[in-house]
């Protein structure tokens, strides 16, 4: 009888040791590491694509640039720049918002200058800055209610970077 009830608890001691291996599922927060290969072909698949004949929607229509940079305007760009931009930009590291240095060479200066003066049109009707406020995990970037003066001081001194 004591043989029995040994075989017995050594059985209930094997089976209980092997449900062990069954997932259990828990409340809160997971982080599943299989996936992050997905993720990235993902992320390059979704990429914003350059497109340097979107206008954009706003103001500023047919934008060129001089070939010589007005140092007083970005100046003032620079200014205006560091006092609202940076919160949210950098020139050559992505932060909230995209790094901004060669803007020009991924973006018509129409596109910039409508995205400046006023981002909440933008995000609601272009299709580049849809993708980019996807691609930013959807941080909104506000409106400044900055003059066209003030727009055009900005863009300049993006060409400066």
């Keep these: 009888m004591k043989k029995i009830l040994v075989v017995f608890a050594l059985g209930g001691l094997i089976i209980g040791c092997g449900e062990s ?3 259990e599922k828990k409340e809160g927060f ?3 590491r299989a996936k992050t290969a997905d993720k ?3 992320a390059q698949a979704e990429s914003v694509p350059v497109d340097m004949d979107n ?3 706003g103001p500023f229509k047919n934008i ?3 070939s010589d940079i007005d140092q007083e305007l970005a100046s003032a760009g620079e200014a205006k720049f560091n006092t609202i931009c940076t919160a949210c930009h950098m020139a050559e590291k992505r932060m909230i918002g995209p790094a901004l240095k060669g803007v020009y060479e991924r973006r018509n200066p129409a ?3 409508n995205m400046i003066i ?3 049109k933008m995000l609601k009707e272009d299709p580049i800055a849809k993708a980019l406020l996807k691609e930013h995990n959807n941080a ?3 409106n400044q209610n900055l003059s066209e003066d003030e727009t055009r001081q900005v863009a300049e001194y993006l060409r400066t970077l």
């Design 21 to 23: 291996k069954k997932e």
């Design 30 to 32: 997971e982080m599943n």
């Design 40 to 42: 990235a072909t993902e």
């Design 55 to 57: 206008e954009g929607v």
């Design 64 to 66: 060129s640039f001089d």
């Design 111 to 113: 596109w910039v200058m």
């Design 118 to 120: 006023g981002p909440d």
């Design 140 to 142: 909104i970037m506000l």
